[in-house]
């Protein structure tokens, strides 16, 4: 059980690390929008895209015109 | 039952027509704004937006020439230097969007934006309605990206940065941040109290006993230092102003128990008997921190999304000097600047007419809701709008310093004043705060001459143990719950002492214009003369008003089909022009008579009586209908009045109008307490008046002149047409036209009051039966954070119960 002496330190070290990187991204504003995420995924134009009874799309996907 | 618009979901006027194929089938509009909305949608291939959309759009301004104008400014170079950031030819701004309604607008907008040719990124925060844009200057321009959202419905102004914005985006971060550090930190240590927990002396070694205090104590240590740091200085603050409330018992019970714990630590033998809170501080902090974030962007998000919008004071002016017209930043307007305003436009600063002659609607300044006559040498406001013609000003003030400002700057005057609503909380908990202290001090002296030792662990253990968890969930948990159930119903609570103040009101004080009426002239009846058909006059009246900014005109908005050849206007008196080959007058009676008398029978009742009639081959005019407009009560108005007046409230209006339209009103509404033709300060100065009397004054209000008077009653209650700058200061925003609501809060006040007194009861008398089993060393460590947590689910239990 000594082995918890060197192991807990490094969860520390882990934790730590963890916070930093949750104030970078909070800095870096990606916390800055918390609800538009959940939304913006059920808002993909795949009507198309769904496949028919065949199994294939019934078209190519369009390129997606709000990724520049 | 009308049938609804399929854009805006509002009523259509009956015989207005104006159908849309979408998604295969037809559907039915109410305007031909929404028409063209939707056509536009349409045509870009987005109509799923109608499927997306979990909320109805917001019905859209028709969008004038001198808007349309005024949009194209913003493509001048010097303008942008304000808010513009060019590099390499991509120009970068940030926008504030206008009348967004739900997640698919955002869909729709960034779908429509990114699909124009020059644009690089187009991106919505859901949050506060921003959108980050950025394009290349040569292949696009910011007008046509304003105009194109202008165009599916929605308003876009170039955004602001400043400084309260700033802070206020710094604020949401750094508590976003204490929230992450206290979660973590509490599952940290959560992992390393369990085997403390668990474990028994024979199980766990000392030395590992000692490891996981320690490691929690680390863990622990940035949440009571970072997390926990904002109840700590309001608790600092509550000391030096000797005004107790919630946050020092919860700064207390913190730093307690952190005491405690890292004393047990560091000094005490690695023994299981005596306990460390180390988990326990770390789950509060972060429950109490969470609760207050929640708090905080309740309030933010119906603020924030539109306040930029309807600003009080144009961005812009026309100047006019010796070489010709310029456009300015109308900050940077001096006094003495001859500036055109055209019809449309408001005046962005005060002024004098130096040329033209013309009326304007101060309906926001004063509560008149019929325009007001300038002519040369008359003093026109800044804020308020130009609904005729061109005319030239000289100002006498710059635009912060104009009487718009003046009013506002009272703002903080009013607010300094206002009496204080002590919440129920404070009072319990100062008093709760004391007792416990001097508990613990009596407790302390008495163990010292019996076991001096023993002082420190009993003293603390008492400090522990009426750690007031569930007294500071009492309060905000029954808030939570009602907010909650009123946000639904359309009543947004924005300040904490609203519900309490709600059930303490005796006096409650209505404004007129806007807020008891609709705010805008709306026709409420039409006479047919010579056998007339109404909706043919109707069409012709509303081709006619379609040239005009008059108020009348969005009157006959809805029976809107094609405008009117040839039309005239002759100022004060009315409109003449040409539809379907034949010559009409729409006027005052003697201007559609052209002066001859009248034939036909007249009635006059109250409101604005309009009259068409047509120029017959005989050159005469025969009268053809009389329309009669007024601004028209709400539907809601009268029962909720009625619904007060049972309750035992009084009701007074308070109002900037004339006596007589303020009588008519308050006679359909059964109120006695009448005050017309109030300025600003005169209103404020009334509600002192009852204040003094040891009255509880609530206010409900839209204007800028009701600000002041917003800011300094008790309660303030804003329309949800109400300007921004109303909406933010006060404690209320209705946020849709139902009346009714305002009644069902103050009766869920009364509920909300109840249930916290249940819940106050109950946490002081668990924890005042702890305190003596605790002084006495009674309470095992495991028995006492069972019952507090067991006692704060009660409290939350007990709140939930005002959400049905």
């Known amino acids: ?68 | 039952m009308h049938v609804k618009c399929y854009h805006c979901d509002e009523a259509i006027p009956r015989g207005f027509n104006a159908v849309l194929t979408i998604l295969g089938e037809d559907k039915k509009f109410c305007c031909y704004g929404c028409l063209a909305i939707a056509e536009t949608i349409v045509s870009g291939g987005l109509e799923n937006f109608y499927q997306h959309r979990t909320k109805a759009s917001e019905k859209p301004d028709s969008l004038s020439q001198s808007q349309q104008d005024e949009i194209h400014l913003y493509d001048d170079k010097t303008l942008q230097e304000d808010f513009v950031e060019t590099i390499d030819g991509i120009s970068e701004t940030h926008l504030s969007i206008g009348s967004i309604t739900c997640a698919a607008c955002i869909w729709l907008l960034e779908r429509e934006i990114n699909s124009l040719d020059g644009i690089k990124q187009f991106s919505i925060n859901h949050t506060n309605h921003r959108a980050a844009l950025s394009w290349n200057d040569a292949q696009c321009s910011l007008s046509t990206v304003l105009l194109k959202v202008r165009k599916l419905g929605y308003k876009a102004r170039p955004y602001q940065d400043d400084l309260v914005k700033r802070q206020a985006k710094l604020d949401k971060r750094i508590s976003i941040f204490r929230i992450a550090v206290a979660g973590i930190a509490t599952m940290q240590n959560m992992m390393f109290s369990l085997p403390l927990y668990l474990g028994s002396e024979s199980s766990i070694d000392s030395e590992f006993v000692a490891l996981f205090r320690w490691v929690s104590l680390i863990m622990c240590t940035p949440v009571v230092f970072f997390s926990a740091l904002p109840f700590l200085k309001a608790a600092l603050r509550d000391i030096r102003t000797r005004h107790l409330t919630m946050d020092l018992p919860v700064s207390l019970a913190i730093l307690a128990a952190y005491t405690a714990s890292t004393y047990i630590t560091v000094f005490s033998s690695s023994h299981l008997e005596s306990d460390v809170y180390f988990d326990s501080v770390a789950m509060f902090t972060f429950f109490l921190l969470l609760g207050r974030f929640f708090e905080m962007q309740t309030r933010h998000k119906h603020l924030n999304s539109d306040a930029d919008f309807n600003q009080l004071l144009p961005a812009t002016a026309r100047v006019k000097t010796a070489d010709g017209e310029i456009s300015k930043p109308a900050h940077k307007i001096e006094v003495g600047d001859i500036l055109i305003i055209n019809q449309g436009e408001i005046a962005p600063a005060d002024g004098i007419v130096l040329e033209g002659q013309s009326r304007f609607d101060e309906s926001a300044l004063t509560g008149e809701f019929l325009p007001i006559n300038k002519t040369i040498g008359s003093v026109v406001n800044g804020g308020t709008a130009n609904v005729e013609n061109t005319i030239l000003i000289a100002t006498t003030s710059t635009p912060k310093h104009s009487r718009v400002s003046a009013i506002i700057r009272m703002l903080d005057q009013a607010h300094h004043e206002k009496p204080q609503t002590v919440q129920l909380a404070d009072i319990v908990a100062s008093y709760f705060v004391a007792f416990v202290l001097i508990s613990a001090t009596i407790a302390g002296v008495f163990w010292y001459f019996i076991e001096p030792e023993a002082v420190f662990t009993t003293v603390l253990s008492i400090l522990v143990v009426t750690c007031p968890c569930a007294l500071s969930l009492a309060t905000p948990t029954a808030m939570t719950s009602v907010n909650t159930f009123l946000r639904s119903k359309g009543l947004l609570i924005a300040k904490s002492h609203t519900l309490e103040a709600m059930s303490n009101t005796t006096d409650i004080i209505f404004d007129k214009t806007g807020t008891l009426t609709e705010g805008k002239l709306q026709l409420s009846s039409t006479n047919t003369f010579n056998g007339a058909n109404k909706s043919i006059t109707l069409t012709i009246a509303a081709a006619l008003e379609s040239h005009s900014r008059h108020p009348i005109a969005s009157a006959f908005k809805h029976y809107f089909k094609e405008s009117a050849n040839k039309v005239e206007t002759t100022l004060g008196y009315g409109l003449q022009g040409s539809f379907e080959g034949k010559s009409y007058r729409l006027g005052n009676l003697s201007f559609a008579l052209n002066n001859t008398p009248a034939k036909d029978k007249i009635s006059e009742s109250h409101g604005v009586h309009i009259f068409l009639s047509e120029l017959s081959e005989s050159k005469q005019y025969t009268l053809l209908a009389q329309f009669e407009l007024s601004d028209t009560l709400r539907e809601e108005s009268l029962s909720c009045v009625k619904a007060f007046q049972a309750q035992g409230i009084q009701v007074h209006i308070l109002s900037g109008d004339h006596l007589n339209s303020v009588q008519h009103i308050a006679q359909q509404l059964g109120i006695k307490h009448i005050q017309a033709a109030q300025s600003p300060e005169q209103k404020l100065y009334y509600v002192r008046k009852l204040q003094q009397e040891n009255k509880e004054v609530a206010m409900v209000g839209d204007g800028i002149n009701d600000l002041p008077v917003l800011s300094g009653a008790r309660l303030s209650i804003a329309m949800g047409g109400a300007s921004d700058i109303t909406k933010l200061n006060s404690d209320a925003v209705l946020l849709n036209s139902h009346m009714s609501i305002l009644n069902l809060a103050f009766q869920s006040a009364d509920r909300a009051r109840k249930i916290i007194k249940q819940n106050m009861v109950w946490a002081i008398g668990y924890n005042l039966l702890m305190l003596p089993l605790a002084a006495m060393g009674l309470v095992p460590p495991y028995f006492a954070a069972l019952g507090m947590s067991l006692s704060s689910l009660i409290v939350v239990f007990n709140s939930l119960r005002l959400k049905s």
Request: charged share 20%; hydrophobic share 45%; aromatic share 12%.
């Open chain 1, 1 to 68: 059980m000594e082995i918890l002496f060197i192991l807990i330190p490094i969860s520390i070290a882990f934790v730590a690390f963890a916070i930093w990187i949750f104030g970078w991204a909070i800095n870096n504003g990606q916390y800055d929008d918390l609800e538009g995420p959940a939304h913006s995924i059920l808002f993909d134009d795949d009507a198309d895209m769904v496949p028919d009874r065949n199994g294939k799309p019934k078209t190519k996907p369009t390129k997606d015109p709000t990724q520049p």
